[in-house]
């Protein structure tokens, strides 16, 4: 989990992302691309569980509580999940 995978969100195809994402998992456990995993069991016959996801914030989540909210938002994300890995932007 040293280095998690939201590559989904900025490539141009579902293609891109399983190819750019099954490379990623090849030394990462942490994605949220889904289609690498659907890739690396589909042409690599991956039989365990590729890759793993953490609790995760995005910008307009975080920017939705306002410029006075960010403290808030940071607070009630780390309150929501209090144990274990956090991806938080802000």
């Known amino acids: 989990f040293k280095l998690h995978d939201f590559g989904f969100r900025g490539v141009s195809s579902v293609e891109s992302a399983s190819i750019g994402g099954c490379a990623h998992l090849v030394n990462f456990?942490?994605?949220?691309?889904v289609a690498a995993m659907?890739?690396?069991k589909r042409y690599y016959n991956a039989t365990k569980i590729?890759?793993?996801s953490i609790p995760a914030?995005?910008?307009?989540?975080?920017?939705?509580?306002?410029?006075e909210g960010e403290l808030d938002a940071m607070r009630n994300m780390l309150e929501s999940y209090p144990e274990g890995?956090?991806?938080c932007v802000s």
């Open 29 to 33: 456990l942490g994605t949220d691309t």
């Open 38 to 40: 659907v890739c690396a």
């Open 50 to 52: 590729s890759g793993h």
């Open 57 to 67: 914030s995005e910008h307009s989540t975080m920017t939705s509580w306002g410029p």
């Open 85 to 87: 890995l956090v991806a």
